[in-house]
């Protein structure tokens, strides 16, 4: 599945009927015509739906409004985000590490199709893995794997508990 086949939709606004990159363009110069601070997560959950898997990916547009220095050091209140989500499903039963590195693939191609905006108007971007550290979840089949192609592919990531984007955002758009 590519980016451009996956019907997106703004949580709570419905169906975004133009390209995701002139959307998320939109977003990002109203935003930072408003002098806020800006960054991207991009993250990837399934989950078991009959006889095959439900993916979602969740795009989320963190809003940070600048307030001034305290100590040396600038201070942000966080405005909230705007969500973006695509969903699909795949009748295919991976194992639980194939499916893992899926759900990092698709963040990424997400993150590629976004990378050239995100440079232009020096948006942070990150992809956040719904992979846990921890060694007796399941998830941590493909924690290495998971990272190295993050990393590889040259992308900040988080994973579990961090990567509120998969884990928390990507997950209820998958239930």
Known sequence: MTVNEITWRRVEHGIINEPLVDYLEGLIEAQLELGNTLKLCIGTDSQVKGKGFKYATAIILEMKQPMGIVAGKMTYKGLG???ISGVFFE???PRIKQRMLKEVQ???????????LVEVYDVEMEIH?????????????????????????GF?????????????GADKLCQ
Not at 110 to 116: A, I
């Open 129 to 153: 893995a719904d992979v846990n550290p921890k060694e007796t979840a399941g998830s941590n089949v493909a924690m290495k794997e998971a990272i190295g192609f993050m990393t590889g592919m």
């Open 106 to 116: 698709l963040s990424i191609n997400v993150g590629y199709h976004l990378l050239d």
């Open 156 to 168: 900040k990531y988080k994973v579990k508990p961090d990567a509120y984007a998969a884990s928390s």
């Open 91 to 93: 009748k295919q039963l």
């Open 81 to 83: 985000a705007k969500v």
